[in-house]
């Protein structure tokens, strides 16, 4: 089995809570399990290890009517392949989140991840999505991918780690801004303003918590 772990933030690369530990911890396990597991994050300004990276490609990605740069990094750690998305634009700052475009860059990092099978030598069976900033993962993948052969048999998971912070926004941003027609507002749609978590465990074959 194929397993690609996607997170905001990953220990011992990037960390600011929890899911940083999870997303440390748990692909190591299932690769000592013989389980091909590799994780996914954005290249932070402050990044750790930034010496241990190396270069594989660059490619656009569409962010609402934009198209951005994207490059992408790999390291290997502990038996585990990580890769890096890297936009200066978006993730050369201070700090992992609290800006006033976060709904923006995890929208861009979040299609960056589906964008990046095309560049890479790796197919998984199931994307694991972790809390609001990669909710738009599954969301993306059944809008825009399904239709292509080489995602059409891949199952998503859903994990919330704090269901306090569901990426609301407005729903004036619904197309300019996450690419999301209007046609397809529903999914995400929640008292009337976008919340990226709920289009998550819509659009996820199976959404998992970390606590009860």
């Not at 993306?140 to 780690?161: A, D, P």
Request: charged share 20%.
């Amino acid at each position: 089995m194929k397993i690609l772990y996607a997170a905001s933030e990953a220990a011992p690369f990037a960390k600011s809570g929890g899911l940083a530990d999870v997303a440390g911890a748990l692909p190591k396990a299932l690769v000592r399990d013989g389980i091909d597991a590799r994780v996914v994050m954005p290249l932070y300004g402050d990044l750790k290890f930034k010496d241990t990276l190396t270069y594989v490609t660059n490619f656009s990605v569409p962010v609402g009517w934009r198209s951005q740069y994207c490059g992408l990094f790999k390291a290997e750690r502990d038996g585990v392949v990580y890769y890096f998305i890297d936009n200066e634009y978006y993730f050369k700052r201070k700090g992992l989140y609290g800006f006033y475009d976060d709904g923006e860059r995890f929208a861009f990092f979040s299609r960056a991840i589906l964008e990046m099978l095309f560049h890479v030598d790796f197919v998984p069976d199931v994307i694991h999505a972790n809390d609001w900033q990669t909710a738009l993962v599954p969301v993306y993948l059944n809008l825009y991918y399904r239709h292509l052969e080489q995602y059409r048999s891949i199952k998503t998971v859903f994990t919330i780690h704090n269901i306090q912070y569901q990426g609301k926004y407005g729903m004036e941003i619904l197309e300019d801004v996450f690419g999301i027609p209007q046609s397809a507002k529903s999914i995400v749609e929640q008292d009337g303003c976008v919340n990226l978590m709920k289009g998550a465990i819509m659009a996820s074959n199976f959404v998992t918590t970390v606590s009860p």
